[in-house]
């Protein structure tokens, strides 16, 4: 198993940044396949970004892309979310999550594919 911890949330105006993180324990990290998902307060959690286990096909809900990138660093053993034009509706507590499903270059958009979990991290965006 693997421990996640999110951080680098915080309060921004409309069209800031925040580069969040996600530290994993475990030397094993480079086997898991990675997501970020988030969710607002009275809405289901949705996926926001997913990347494989050696950081290709990077894949992104529709609502983030182009403003968002994730990226990993496995010697580092973490995992980024840099989050750009921010806006209100990105207003969440954004999760990190891990899998060590599938083969190297696969990713996953679902939640029900992801075993770990973080804690979490509030993202607060002001009009």
């Known amino acids: 198993q693997v421990q996640l911890v999110e951080s680098g949330g915080g309060l921004v105006q409309a069209g800031g940044s925040l580069r969040l993180s996600c530290a994993a324990s475990?030397?094993?990290?480079?086997?898991?396949?990675m997501g970020w998902f988030r969710q607002a307060p009275g809405k289901e959690r949705e996926f926001v970004a997913a990347?494989?286990?050696?950081?290709?096909?990077?894949y992104y809900a529709d609502s983030v892309q182009g403003r968002f990138t994730i990226s990993r660093d496995n010697a580092k053993n973490t995992v980024y979310l840099q989050t750009n034009s921010l806006k209100p509706e990105d207003t969440a507590v954004y999760y990190c999550?891990?899998?060590?499903?599938?083969?190297?270059?696969?990713?996953?958009?679902?939640?029900?594919?992801?075993?770990?979990w973080g804690q979490g991290t509030q993202v607060t965006v002001s009009s």
């Open positions: 999550a891990a899998t060590a499903s599938g083969s190297s270059g696969r990713v996953y958009g679902n939640s029900d594919d992801y075993s770990y």
């Open positions: 990347l494989s286990r050696i950081g290709s096909s990077p």
């Open positions: 475990g030397r094993t990290f480079s086997r898991y396949a």
